[in-house]
């Protein structure tokens, strides 16, 4: 039974380390939207209500991504809890490895 706790912990672990690195060119892909929807206000209006647009939708990028950040390393200290380490150890190469090693199911 513990094993599969460990098993399950480790699986977070990396689907939260997954979620992270996808993030990133989701943010990228988001932020070039802002700017189009900004170049289109523009150009339909004045450069007020484009720079506006500007600022309310970095805003709200930026809160999204904050909170997607919180709950990412929420789920990497709950799977490492739920693996029976410290929800602070740092996650070097070393620790990876057997943290994939655990996740695969072989010793």
């Known amino acids: 039974m513990a094993r ?3 098993r399950e912990g ?3 672990v990396l689907d939260a380390l997954a979620t992270k690195e996808k993030m990133k060119t989701r ?6 939207v802002i700017l189009l929807a900004t170049v289109g ?4 209006s004045r450069w007020e209500f484009a720079l506006a647009t500007l600022l309310m939708c970095s805003m ?8 997607m950040n ?5 789920g990497v200290a709950n799977g ?5 380490w410290e929800a602070t150890t740092e996650l070097t190469e ?10 695969s199911g072989t010793r």
């Open 94 to 103: 070393e620790t990876l490895a057997t943290v994939e090693r655990l996740a």
């Open 70 to 74: 919180t709950i990412v390393d929420a």
């Open 60 to 67: 709200l990028l930026q809160y999204a991504v904050e909170r």
């Open 10 to 12: 480790a699986q977070r």
């Open 80 to 84: 490492l809890k739920t693996m029976g």
């Open 27 to 32: 943010v990228l892909l988001a932020g070039g």
């Open 4 to 6: 599969g706790g460990k």
């Open 41 to 44: 206000v523009a150009y339909a």
